[in-house]
């Protein structure tokens, strides 16, 4: 960092930076505000990622971010929710997309990644297993398989179902189709072959 920049305001820029997608040029913009802004703010967000570790915890039955002093997610404690149907997904903000659709009342499996062999992810990093066990556990009838439409969300999608094996559980994938407004010679091979096998009879 130049030398014309005090050494705490280059602090803070280098660690706006480790932020993915944050490129140096936005790294000093968002320093900057903050050194224009109102000390509050600065402490306001201080505290917060101070707090973020100690109060965030994992819940140990469907691996979503519950708060620390939770035992379980209230997505998985609250009885108006059928624990017969889970929703299987990579990343916990996956749970957050699905929900702002208010049309789910299952609940909820993080598996924590999909595979990806280049990235060093393997079936032993994947929360696989206690699927499985929750499966037999809470007598599920129902997995929807939402991983994402790519070569990782269908080789986990293909794994699960290994593993799953001959249990009495149906297991669906979220439907997929073309986007609205995207021709079809734009579109991609595995949305257009989920287009055909979800094709739907008009007459």
Known sequence: MNSAVPKPLADLIEAFGQLPGVGPRTA??????????????SSILSEA????????????????????????????TDPK??????????????????EKTA??????HVLGGLLSPIDGI???????AQLVNRIDEDEV?????????SVEGESTA?????????????????ARGLPVGV???????????????GRQTLL
Not at 28 to 41: G, I, N, T
Not at 122 to 128: A, H, R, V, Y
Not at 141 to 149: F, K, R, S, V
């Open 28 to 41: 000093e913009r968002y320093a900057y505000y903050l050194l224009k802004s109102d000390s509050a703010k």
């Open 49 to 76: 990622a101070t707090r973020l570790h100690s109060a965030i915890a994992v819940c140990p039955k469907t691996f979503a971010l519950i708060e620390a002093d939770q035992q379980f997610s209230p997505l998985y």
């Open 81 to 98: 929710r059928s624990k017969k149907t889970v929703a299987v997904v990579a990343e916990p903000f996956d749970i957050v997309a699905l």
């Open 103 to 108: 049309s789910f009342h299952g609940t909820y």
């Open 122 to 128: 393997g079936p032993d990093q994947l929360k696989i």
């Open 141 to 149: 009838e129902e997995l929807i398989l939402a991983t994402n439409a």
């Open 158 to 174: 293909l794994l699960i179902t290994q593993q799953i094996g001959d249990r009495p559980v149906k297991i669906t994938r979220l």
């Open 183 to 197: 021709d079809l010679e734009y579109a991609d091979q595995i949305t257009l072959t989920r287009a055909l096998e």
